[in-house]
């Protein structure tokens, strides 16, 4: 090993109990919670959330540096904790969610230990699908390539330090623009949010523009539907537009996944004849043990659900079957296209748990919580997976750490629920009930505002919900046929590709015509001023990355190319969003203390 890549005499040895405690000491009290709370803030102030593994894998990278290219793994155990804590974390909504319905609050504890024994379950789903997606089929899972990529890149020193750099920077800038925009009057007023930027910086033009068209095209249609008697003179286009929205995704998803199952499908019986080898030691995992793992926290998902929770078991078990469904066909959504539509499931358990008989609102929460944990968890362990699968990363160990994110991020997801709520009020005002509340711009969340909608669609006789519905179902289905047809068109792919004029008339399709329904539909769900700064973000964002292709320097031979997941714009993106959630916390935080002392 050269002087430069061995590990200080002061750092514990590779592959020690001391090695591991300090990896999750790291993972644990630093990047668990910064991506954790970062995720919860997101789901509260915009209604997604992005995972924190790109930010993890680059602040890992730090602690593992000194110990060279096999500190990659190290630094992947890290991300893999720090990830699923943040994942956990965002199910916080649904503690918002029970507010917004009037739900009886149960004790933190018994939150805690539902959320944890949902995720444990999650997991072992991901990891007993593992062997199919990313062993056998070989799913790209494109964020865990990415991943895998940064972390074979940030054995580099210098491309370390600049990655640092640009993510403290937005970090920073973040973290200022959020204390202004809580603060300072003027900013409160224009509805200013780094994080919303940071976002659409991420997305890009393409993804973040559709959005804004929707909501200006919902905008000028509300005479027309306040006439229609589908909502009131005052009411904002989300009132009855996210119900649109969530059409256009169903409509779309449903025929994605039936590609994508197709697609797996060949995938799988053109492989099959292939000889297996056998495993390499850093891959085997005991299936039996893992079998007994899925069934004992089956089990404790329904007992806890039904002895503390109070819910029906027959509706529990119905739940956890459908997991074994929505965890697969989700997983297989992921590994090929990068997208994981765990709303997307929720929705469709509360309607299938409605066709079953299910009539309560609160007993829809509980149990498709089951399906929106597992499928968040499941997905992220077989990307996990992916990640450790390219790096030859020891699969168990990885499980391991991925199990305590679980745990803390299962705490943190109640505990940040009732910090937040309880710091700004305004969040546990009903939005879908009153759409008029004072302050509630800077706090949109569009997620709990699908769930409570989809929730209340099965308590109340509406039949133009049902109909608008069906109208989004039309309109997502419709757009995701034409779309697939254009890119299956080889005239159309050439000159989109191989003229500017070409490229320019592709992005004005994707961006205003024909644009895909899944960036589209986020646009009936929050309000025009979070529109307007997430396509702020979104074009600042498309725009740096133009200039920055024009006038880039020339890249030296054998210096790896980087994954546009260390792109400038995402890793700032990245940083306004954690320094905006840290500036929220910690104004709530001041808050709650000037209160108690």
Known sequence: MSETSAPRRWLPALG????????????????????????????????????????AGILGSVVTLPYGPEGKHGANYIQT?????????????????????????????????????????????????????????????????????????????????????????????????GLGALKVAAMETLGVSASTVGAGMIVGARIALPALVTGLIGLALKPRLVEMGWMQAGDPYRKIGFIIALGTILGAAGLDITLILIQAVRKYIRESGAPVADAPDWKRVNMVRLVLWILFWGAATVFLGHQLLHQPVFFLMVALALCFVFVLVNGISQG??????????????????????????????????????????????????????????NRVVQFRYQVIGIALGAVLAVVLAKVFMAAYPILRANQFANPHLAGAQQWQSAMTYKFVGALKGITTAQPHVITALKLGLAIGLGLEIVRKLLRMNRRYVAFATGTRAG?????????????????????????????????????????????????????????????????????????LIAGDSLAALSVGIYGLLQVIF
């Open 336 to 393: 090929i296209s990068d997208w994981n539509p765990i709303s997307s499931a929720f929705v469709m358990s509360v309607f299938i748990l409605a066709a079953l008989g299910l009539k309560d609102a609160g007993v829809g929460l509980m149990c498709a919580s089951i399906l929106l944990i597992a499928c968040s968890e499941g997905g992220d362990m077989q990307q996990d997976r992916s990640t450790g699968w390219r790096l030859g990363t």
């Open 16 to 55: 020690s109990p001391a090695y591991h405690l300090l990896l999750a000491i790291v993972a644990i009290f630093i990047l668990g919670p910064l991506g954790g709370i970062s995720a919860a803030f997101m789901n509260f102030s915009i209604g997604f959330f992005i995972g924190g593994q790109v930010l």
């Open 81 to 177: 904790m720090a990830s699923s804590v943040a994942g956990m974390c965002a199910m916080a909504v649904l503690v918002q969610a029970m507010v917004w319905l009037d739900l009886p609050e149960p004790p933190m504890w018994q939150l805690v230990l539902y959320f944890m024994c949902i995720g444990m379950f999650g997991v072992g789903l991901g990891m007993l699908y593992t062997p199919l997606l990313v062993d056998r089929m070989q799913l790209a899972f494109p964020s865990g390539y990415a991943v895998a990529n940064i972390l074979r890149a940030l054995t580099d020193t210098s491309l370390l330090k600049r990655s640092i750099a640009k993510l403290g920077g937005g970090m920073v800038t973040g973290y200022v623009v």
């Open 503 to 575: 490229r320019v008339t592709d992005f004005i399709v994707d961006a205003f015509l024909l644009s895909s329904p899944y960036a589209s539909s986020f646009g009936g769900f929050v309000e025009i001023p979070t529109l307007l700064w997430w396509s702020a973000g979104g074009i600042i964002g498309s725009l740096y990355d133009v200039w920055q292709d024009r006038h880039k320097a020339a890249r030296p031979a054998g210096e790896p190319e980087l994954s546009s997941d260390m792109s400038t714009t995402s890793l700032v993106g990245g940083g």
